[in-house]
């Protein structure tokens, strides 16, 4: 079983950057599908962004497209969510997943493992 960490997260100001990192301990990020989620209170956990394991393609919500870049480092065995431009309803705990689901990549239940999360804030 996979362990994830996220780290990066933090306090910023609207149209700041943040660049979140995901470690993982336990599986090839390069054989699985690696995404980020995220939470805002009261609300349900809501995909933001997808890597694919077979070619490398970058799936994106509406809400983050051409702000968020999602990337991955075999070498580190790390991915990597680069955040610009952030507004305050960017606020939330970010989470990091990876899954081997052959039917997407956008949905929970595509996923296996999960992280702890990271808070990330973004002040007006």
């Known amino acids: 079983q996979a362990q994830l960490v996220e780290t990066g997260g933090g306090l910023v100001q609207a149209g700041g950057s943040l660049r979140l990192s995901c470690s993982a301990s336990g599986r090839n990020v390069s054989y699985y599908n690696m995404g980020w989620f995220r939470q805002a209170p009261g609300r349900e956990r809501e995909f933001v962004a997808a890597?694919?394991?077979?070619?490398?393609?970058?799936h994106y919500a509406d809400s983050v497209k051409g702000r968020f870049t999602i990337s991955r480092d075999n070498a580190k065995n790390t991915v990597s969510l680069r955040m610009n431009n952030l507004k305050p309803e960017d606020t939330a705990v970010y989470y990091c997943?990876?899954?081997?689901?052959?039917?997407?990549?956008?949905?929970?239940?595509?996923?296996?493992?999960w992280g702890q999360g990271t808070q990330v804030t973004v002040s007006s």
């Open positions: 997943a990876s899954g081997a689901s052959p039917w997407g990549v956008v949905r929970r239940s595509n996923y296996d493992d």
């Open positions: 890597i694919r394991s077979e070619d490398g393609t970058a």
